[in-house]
């Protein structure tokens, strides 16, 4: 079945750390995309892809960092520089004004 | 500014009832509009869209809305709510930014 795989489903980071967060899809989806969720609000865009190689940042990029060499794959890397990084990270794939098909998310959390 | 507003945070309503969850959005033109699901500790699912044509779009899980663009709503119904409809549900604008704004969200919480 095609479907977006995200790993680790639960995830800590120690002080001074990076740690990279997998996304990968078998959807053939052009875009990806990643999504940070904090308790009691809604998704808030950290970083999208629309092609291989090209990457935007979105509303709360500050602290992390992707990449985009495989159509399949987008990992995310929260940095040291992200101070508040306890949260639910979503992965999402889709196209252009189409629907985005999530994944079912990493939990990180601070030592 | 650009945004979208999910007016109820949390709501309570009976099994068998009927729903309503808000949404109004302020855009310029009319976005395409989307509707998830997010069950607790899972990633979202998508309940319906709207891209065009006919204002009142079904979606899975009996779930329906309607796009009236005089209100800038796009407000979500089911007329009998199961206990397994309790999730948090989110509204969705595509403005063309290639990428989704959500809203906060609104819990729904299914009494037997």
């Known amino acids: 079945d095609g479907g977006i795989t995200q790993s680790p489903k639960y995830l800590f980071r120690k002080e001074g750390q990076n740690v990279t967060l997998s996304c990968e899809q078998n959807l053939n989806h052009d875009a990806m995309y990643w999504y940070r969720q904090d308790p009691g609000q809604g998704l808030r865009l950290i970083y999208y892809?629309?092609?291989?190689?090209?990457?935007q940042k979105g509303d709360i990029a500050e602290g992390y960092s992707v990449s985009r060499e495989k159509k399949e794959s987008f990992p995310l890397t929260v940095t040291s520089a992200q101070k508040n990084p306890t949260a639910f990270y979503l992965c999402?794939?889709?196209?252009?004004?189409?629907?985005?098909?999530f994944g079912d998310g990493t939990r990180l959390s601070i030592l | 500014a650009q945004s979208v507003t999910q007016p109820d945070i949390h709501i309570t309503v009976s099994e068998g009832a009927s729903l309503e969850l808000r949404c109004n959005y302020s855009?310029?033109?009319?976005?395409?509009l989307f509707w998830y699901v997010q069950s607790p500790g899972q990633g979202l699912q998508l309940l319906l869209k709207?891209?065009?044509?006919?204002?009142l779009v079904q979606g899975i899980k009996g779930f329906e809305a309607e796009f009236k663009r005089s209100q800038s709503s796009f407000n979500l119904r089911k007329p009998s709510v199961h206990w397994s409809d309790a999730a948090e549900y989110f509204c969705a604008p595509d403005t063309g930014r290639r990428a989704l704004t959500f809203g906060s969200g609104t819990r729904l919480q299914v009494q037997p």
């Open positions: 999402a794939s889709g196209g252009m004004y189409q629907p985005q098909h």
């Open positions: 892809s629309q092609i291989v190689n090209d990457f």
């Open positions: 709207y891209f065009s044509g006919d204002t």
């Open positions: 855009y310029g033109a009319t976005p395409y």
